[in-house]
Nanobody, 122 residues
Framework: QVQLVESGGGLVQAGGSLRLSCAASGRTFSIYFMVWFRQAPGKEREFVAGMSRSGSNTLYADSVKGRFTISTDNAKNTVYLQMNNLKPEDTAVYYC???????????????WGQGTQVTVSS
């Protein structure tokens, strides 16, 4: 119905940068908000950043404010996460998700990508 595909993960040194992409396809007209979560081994899935497809609303976790930036392309079918000044604690699998409201609750999102690994070395 709605497909989300993440890309752009990899291995970087602390202080480096990565840009993640999430491409949405299928019934994209039903998507109002697109967000990024991350999950480290043995930990709960954690909200990172999100935005409305219109661009009028954004939300960031305190841990990434000032370092990460969420954005979309002109067609609003791809969401990006620009990650600067990466820290080892940013290491996780990063997931793209979509739903009808903007929140930090995983239960508010019914569509998920497969995840992309981000590893930050010290």
């Amino acid at each position: 119905q709605v497909q989300l595909v993440e890309s752009g993960g990899g291995l970087v040194q602390a202080g480096g940068s990565l840009r993640l992409s999430c491409a949405a396809s299928g019934r994209t007209f039903s998507i109002y908000f697109m967000v990024w979560f991350r999950q480290a081994p043995g930990k709960e899935r954690e909200f990172v950043a999100g935005m409305s497809r219109s661009g009028s609303n954004t939300l960031y976790a305190d841990s990434v404010k000032g370092r990460f930036t969420i954005s979309t392309d002109n067609a609003k079918n791809t969401v990006y996460l620009q990650m600067n000044n990466l820290k080892p604690e940013d290491t996780a699998v990063y997931y793209c998700a979509a739903g009808g409201r903007l929140s930090a609750n995983v239960r508010d999102y019914g569509h998920w990508g497969q995840g992309t690994q981000v590893t930050v070395s010290s």
